[in-house]
């Protein structure tokens, strides 16, 4: 078994796409072209007075554009290092059962310093105050499937881990979370950051199978949902 993956023959895969080959490349360019512009904008005040912006808004629009730019940067380092990566998970599964989650990761080059993680997580929202809410997040159970190992170039590699599905009882859902959303969205228009934050404010709530991968200090995270349900005398979901 030891040597099982040494003697596979590799997989007929296309080549190893270069920087120019990958979206991530040019999305991080364009997105540091805008951070550029950003900063000039911060520090002529003239410029901004002429258009009308504020420097607060002119500040979380550099913010914003930087790590969009980093975050397309290690998305192409992550496309040039694997061919493919799918995490498979049941649609639903009912309270008590258990349930099994796999990944399938295909890298173009042997890679080192490799660990792989699969958890399953309750992601709940929790009022605070009078007008606020919060998200909050419980990790349930979790595997470390591969611990600084490495993975064969061109080959497959699969992971699998069983879970049990829980009894729904948190709030997955609040109508507070949506009108926040709503106007972290409105916001976007100024600020790209803002809507991505809506965007994962609307979709936190819920049981979600996380798979973990880093590859030495580049970490990535796959994130399905599951639904959970109990039918009894009453019906819960989740």
Known sequence: MARQGVLEPPLDLPARPTWAEVPGTWYGAGWALMTLLGAVLLFSEETRL???????????????????????L?????????????LTTPAHARTGEAFTVGLKVVPYLRLDGVTVALSLL?????????????????????????GNGTLL??????????????FPTRRHSDVKAEIAADVMDAMGFLVPAARWNANNLR?????VVVASIRVGWVPRKLVKRVFVYYLGDTVHVG
């Open 74 to 86: 290690l998305s192409a380092v992550w496309d040039r290092w694997f061919n493919e990566i799918e």
């Open 203 to 207: 979709e936190h709530g819920g049981y």
């Open 153 to 166: 170039g061109r080959r497959e590699a699969r992971f699998e881990s069983t879970f049990v599905a829980p």
């Open 122 to 146: 309750d992601r709940y929202y929790e009022r605070s105050g009078d007008s606020g809410v919060d998200t909050r997040t419980q990790r349930l159970a979790g595997h470390v499937l591969l």
């Open 50 to 72: 002429a258009v009308g912006i504020g420097r607060t808004w002119v500040l979380l629009e550099v913010v914003g554009a930087a790590f969009a730019a980093g975050s397309s």
